[in-house]
């Protein structure tokens, strides 16, 4: 077998706590962020520059694959956000980890909140040119509000140097787009505590925050009603291992408010050459890779912010590697555990939200397709708190 050292909660934040001060951090945000998404991808996922003028082609477009349009009645399903809208997004996450045979690390559980404010909404998009052609996407600034993990299982000071790392990135920014079936096309730091980031902690950044770039969610086109089903499929890059995700997504129920869907995903990769800095093995290798997930979400019917979600995924590599001359093989292990609530805010003063000048736009345009769909549903615009 592939040898590794004993590893116990213990002794994993132990080595974390006696690392200087910017790998420990660093080491801290990345692990946090990737507990968020077990099927998350790092910086070889794609993402490209901001192209605001639409002059150059932006990352690959996933097809979405309708296989069940469900029951009358049935209505379209977009993304409608205007500049000006804000809101809160809470996560709270937890994993573990390990190889097989042996009792599994668990990590801390992380808590984060961001604050969204829309910049540019579907009344003034973000014009960028794509595979399938030029596509409006609404800009978005998330800001990290508060960033802090709990423990059962640390001593109190081991914890409180964990979170000591957390917390540096809290006031970190960054923009984001978002096409209407709810893709998050591009994430790009624009701030990391408050200041400009140096490029290596800029990199750092867009690395961990890449991550939410796959989460699996994505609207289909045309109407569909409760049962309607639908899939798309992409290329991700989960621990350094090149695979192909597939998403089966289900729509649960549609009322005047809200809505639900149900994902599954799972994930596939074929045997690949991988380096192992922390293996003194030559020519390691993946020799399998099979993960997975499912949860459920509840979105805004008229924003698509999400309200609320649940989710959990794992995967299972086999890697091997010579040493001394023989191929030695283990497995190892990784899951993951989320909660997800949102909301909608008010306006600053404290009185009701009101549509900005662009709303209209915007609500004229759904409203529009719900009375195509026969439905006289009033757009929610006026949320608090």
């Known amino acids: 077998m592939l040898k590794a050292s004993a590893a116990t909660p213990r002794n994993v934040v132990a080595s974390y706590c006696s690392q200087g001060p910017s790998k420990r951090y660093g080491f801290a945000l990345g692990l946090s962020l990737s507990l968020l998404f077990g099927g998350g991808c790092h910086s070889s996922c794609g993402r490209t520059e901001p192209n605001t003028e639409g002059e150059k082609a932006g990352p690959e477009v996933k097809s979405v694959r309708v296989v069940d349009r469900g029951l009358e009645p049935r209505i379209s399903l977009r993304v ?42 579907l009344a003034d998009p973000v014009v960028k040119t794509r595979q399938l052609g030029r596509e409006q996407l609404i800009s978005e600034r998330a800001v990290l509000e508060d960033m802090h993990a709990e423990s059962d299982v640390l001593p109190p000071e081991m914890l409180k140097r964990w979170n000591e790392g957390l917390r540096l990135f809290e006031g970190s920014s960054v923009q984001q787009l978002v096409a209407e079936d ?52 992409e290329k991700v890059e989960v621990g350094g291992v090149h695979a192909m995700q597939i998403a089966d997504m289900s729509l649960l129920r549609i009322d005047d408010e809200e809505v639900a869907i149900r994902f ?35 979105m805004d019917r008229l924003t698509g912010v999400l309200l609320s979600a649940q989710f959990s ?51 004229a345009a759904l409203r529009t397709r719900l009375a195509e769909a026969g439905h006289d549903v009033a757009a929610r615009t006026e949320l608090s708190e």
């Not at 020799?287 to 499912?294: A, K, V, Y």
Request: proline share 5%; no cysteine; charged share 20%.
């Open 313 to 363: 995924s794992n995967a299972r590599m086999t890697a091997s590697g010579i040493l001394d001359g023989k191929r030695e093989s283990a497995s190892y292990f990784m899951g993951t555990a989320a909660k997800m609530t949102g909301v909608i805010l008010a306006s600053d003063s404290g009185a009701q939200a009101t549509a900005p000048s662009d709303a209209a736009a915007v609500l």
């Open 264 to 298: 599954r995903i799972r994930q596939e990769a074929p045997r690949q050459a991988m380096a192992f800095p922390q293996l003194p093995h030559e020519d390691t290798m993946v020799e399998s890779f099979h993960g997975g997930g499912h949860g459920e979400i509840v």
């Open 80 to 121: 409608g956000r205007w500049a000006g809208l804000k809101y809160r997004i809470r996560i709270e996450a937890n994993g573990s980890f390990g190889l097989a045979g042996q009792q599994a690390i668990h990590t801390p559980t992380t808590h984060m909140t961001f604050f969204y404010e829309v910049l540019h909404g």
């Open 182 to 233: 709810g893709e998050i096309v591009e994430v790009t730091t624009e701030r990391v505590a408050g200041v400009d980031p140096g490029p290596a902690i800029k990199k750092l950044f867009d690395v961990g925050l890449e991550i939410q770039r796959r989460f699996p969610l994505r609207l289909p086109h045309g109407e569909v009603g409760v049962g309607a089903k639908w899939r798309f499929s």
